[in-house]
């Protein structure tokens, strides 16, 4: 059986250094906002050349609380994509804002630029990017949006952790931007818990959000906000250090996947993703190839002991929860569930087993 992911595998690499730092945490006596986060963030703001980084419970309360910090909430809409995972939409509800969906670019599946302008309105407070798949949205159009109605970015960076953010700094360092990524165990930084981080180079955003995570408190007992509990433990900091050493030669390791899947697959039936014009703008999260017999080509690679994922079988707008949005058509990202197919990809995957994944789609008509 070829697996969709090894997790153990991916953490068997590390486990010694995984279980000193673990030990160091045990032994310290201290596990909530000690050393371990301080260390991190440094690390983690660093390594997205960002000035701070702060670490939550996950990624969806990252989105949350920037929603929450940037004062954003009844009565305020958001731009979102209708293709995404429903947490990016949670985190809007969640903050009692209203979630304003806009279709994919049917090729690359991430937020169309040219169908933002049309729905900011009098409400919107922000644009909320994400960045599906490891790929970077196009965000030198969504910035000068973002600038020309006075609008906050909100990345939902939660599959693109070492994605090159921009090489026009004034695109990357936007002032009213903020990121969020997630260290759910399976995302390309993972943790072996829920974690999560908001990257910003926003000092009073930081300094909010530092309290909301914390009950809205700086001074323990005194609260400013109404916030949450929300904080990355010293356990998860201390494996996300290590991880974080790793995460540029992991992303190296998932892009030769990916070459090899772009470069061997070619059945007329099956659309590959788009390689990226600069490689540094994807980190390859997931490999999602759409085809309209979606179903029959994932009982077909099952019966060849492949294993494949849906990311997503139901937009978020066509969800049980969402009834509200129901009704709403959104043909794209409808049609996208139907058709997408996530194969094998990680950073411990065998090169061998994607020549054989590819053959094996080579083969099926
Ligand atoms: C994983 C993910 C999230 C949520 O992260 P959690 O840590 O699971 O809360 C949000 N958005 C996207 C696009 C994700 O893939």
Redesign the pocket.
């Known amino acids: 059986m070829i697996e969709f992911l090894n997790l153990k595998a991916v953490n068997q690499r590390y486990v010694n250094e995984i279980q000193s730092a673990v030990e160091r945490v045990l032994k310290s006596g201290w596990y909530l906002l000690g050393k371990e986060l301080e260390q991190f963030e440094r690390n983690f703001a660093d390594y997205c050349g960002f000035n701070h980084a702060v670490g939550v419970a996950?990624?969806?309360?990252a989105?949350i609380l920037i929603i929450r910090a940037y004062n954003i909430g009844p009565g305020d809409e958001i731009i979102v994509p209708s293709n995404?995972?429903i947490?990016?939409v949670i985190a809007v509800t969640a903050c009692q804002a209203t979630p304003v969906f806009i279709e994919p670019d049917p090729l690359t599946h991430l937020i169309d630029p040219d169908k933002i302008e049309e729905k900011i309105s009098e409400r919107t407070k922000a644009i909320m990017p994400?960045h599906?798949y490891g790929q970077i949205c196009e965000m030198g159009r969504i910035v000068s949006l973002a600038n020309k109605y006075n609008l906050k970015v909100i990345d939902?960076a939660?599959?693109a952790h070492g994605v090159m953010l921009d090489s026009n700094l004034e695109i990357k360092n936007f002032k009213n931007r903020a990121l969020?990524f997630?260290?759910?165990p399976s995302?390309n930084l993972g943790a072996m818990a829920?974690?999560?981080a908001v990257v910003t180079n926003d000092d009073e955003l930081v300094d909010k959000l530092k309290a909301l995570r914390n009950y809205g408190s700086h001074k323990r007992y005194f609260n400013k906000y109404l916030g949450a509990n929300s904080r990355m433990d010293e356990m998860q900091a201390s494996i996300l250090n290590i991880k974080l050493q790793h995460l540029e030669n992991d992303n190296l390791s998932r892009r030769d996947i990916a070459e090899i899947y772009l470069n061997t697959i070619e059945n007329q039936c099956v659309t590959l993703p788009p390689s990226p014009k600069n490689p540094n703008h994807h980190v390859w999260h997931l490999f999602v190839v759409t085809t309209p017999e979606r179903n029959k080509l994932r009982s077909y690679l099952e019966s060849q002991d492949i294993q494949t994922q849906i990311h997503y079988p139901v937009p978020p707008h066509k969800q049980n929860c969402y009834q509200i949005y129901n009704d709403i058509s959104l043909p794209i990202a409808e049609k996208l569930a139907n058709e997408v197919l996530s194969l094998p990809l990680s950073p411990v995957f065998a090169k061998n087993d994607a020549k054989k994944i590819a053959d094996a789609i080579n083969a099926w008509n």
């Open positions: 996950s990624g969806l309360d989105l995404t995972y947490a990016s994400v599906l939902d939660a599959q969020a997630s260290f759910y995302k829920d974690a999560g």
